[in-house]
Nanobody
């Protein structure tokens, strides 16, 4: 089972990036999935998450209105559209899938390898 995150990079403040997380080895259509991030010297935090059918979503306060989480069940892929990026969004972003269908806990069952997002001022 593998979660492969991609789409990170260097962008100027105010710009946009779209992260993708492709799952392989099994389907996660019945699992809640989400995106975490960890900045240097800071704890890992949950940025956004969604239930198995997208009926329930969660966004951290710092990204509400700027980030959008979505998933393509047919492609077994999770996305994070990030707009109006700020330097404080700089971090390694990780996708994750949990056992629950409803939500993602602080220690999900499955983790991706991370993709670096750097926002310059």
């Amino acid at each position: 089972v593998q979660l492969q995150a991609s789409g990170g990079g260097l962008v100027q403040a105010g710009g946009s990036l779209r992260l993708s997380c492709a799952a392989s080895g099994r389907t996660f259509s019945n699992n809640a999935m989400g995106w975490f991030r960890q900045a240097p010297g800071k704890e890992r935090e949950l940025v956004a998450a969604m239930s198995w059918n997208g009926g329930r979503t969660y966004y951290g306060d710092s990204v509400k209105g700027r980030f959008t989480i979505s998933r393509d069940i047919a492609k077994n892929t999770l996305y994070l559209q990030m707009n109006s990026l700020k330097p404080e969004d700089t971090a390694v972003y990780y996708c994750a899938a949990d056992r629950s269908a409803a939500g993602v806990g602080p220690k999900p069952r499955y983790w991706g390898q991370g993709t670096q997002v750097t926002v310059s001022s």
